[in-house]
């Protein structure tokens, strides 16, 4: 068992390091060649990798709903069937505000702070890195593991919305772009709004998790929530991974 949480822990490794490289990569490419068809190809490719390794996509083909429909098992699979459905309706939301901001912007983008947006990406990223350790910990019996894991998740969170709504915002209005200035500053509030709201919450759930881990209710067989919570987070890290292009590296700056 040791072994295979090794394992799981160094692969979550391999895949934060590949997704920061990506990054790096992507930013990179948008400062050179700009190429928007390059930018696009490194966000899928970014997606796919929390999707499979940190969200746990393929979970959903496991036999847990032909279990015995009081086990604790069968639950889980009808939850977690549950819990995707959610996402993917709110997955049209955000796709819904790229559309908007692509059909009001075209090829062209706000004029943000470069170092800012990267630096809150990066917060971000390495979230989810944190949320994978806490999650493959609880699902070993490794409760301490957890609970750092989860805390550190939190700050970064509490963090990536300081970046956003307590930076970038207010350099934003102080350089004229306001939700009313055009636009512009509509694609932008409106985009940044919506995922900080998500992030909120998912911080609300994310404290709400640790305090029941801290309370040990959660067991290497009965962890549900912190798989949701996992789920959840990743969730909005993989909406970031489209909306940080799409506002900072896509297109010329107004």
């Known amino acids: 068992m040791e072994h295979n949480k090794s394992y799981a822990l160094s692969l979550g490794l391999s895949i934060f390091i590949l997704l920061a490289a990506l990054t790096g990569v992507e930013y990179l490419v948008a400062v050179t060649v700009a190429s928007v068809f390059l930018l696009v190809v490194i966000a899928l490719a970014k997606a796919g990798l929390v999707l499979y390794y940190y969200m746990h996509i393929y ?131 409106m985009l940044t709004g919506m995922h900080a709201f998500h992030v909120f919450t998912g911080v609300i759930f994310l404290v709400i998790v640790f305090r029941n881990g801290l309370r040990g209710l959660y067991s290497a067989e009965k962890h549900w929530a912190v798989e949701a919570a996992a789920v959840y987070w990743h969730f909005v890290d993989v909406v970031w991974i489209f909306f940080y292009p799409a506002l900072y590296l896509i297109g010329t700056h107004l």
């Open 59 to 189: 979970r959903l083909n496991r036999s847990d709903l032909e279990a015995d429909r009081h086990s604790y098992a069968y639950k889980t699979g009808s939850n977690r069937f549950g819990l995707w459905l959610f996402l993917l309706s709110d997955s049209f939301v955000f796709g819904g505000l790229l559309v908007t901001r692509f059909g009001l912007l075209g090829n062209t983008r706000p004029d943000l702070n470069q170092t800012l947006g990267l630096a809150v990406t990066a917060v971000l990223l390495i979230s989810s890195f944190f949320m994978n350790r806490a999650e493959t910990s609880m699902e070993h019996g490794d409760r301490k593991g957890f609970l750092i894991g989860t805390a550190a998740t939190i700050l970064l969170g509490v963090g990536f919305l300081a970046g956003v709504v307590g930076l970038e915002w207010p350099l934003a209005i102080h350089e004229g772009l306001t939700p009313d200035s055009g636009p512009a500053g509509a694609v932008f509030f």
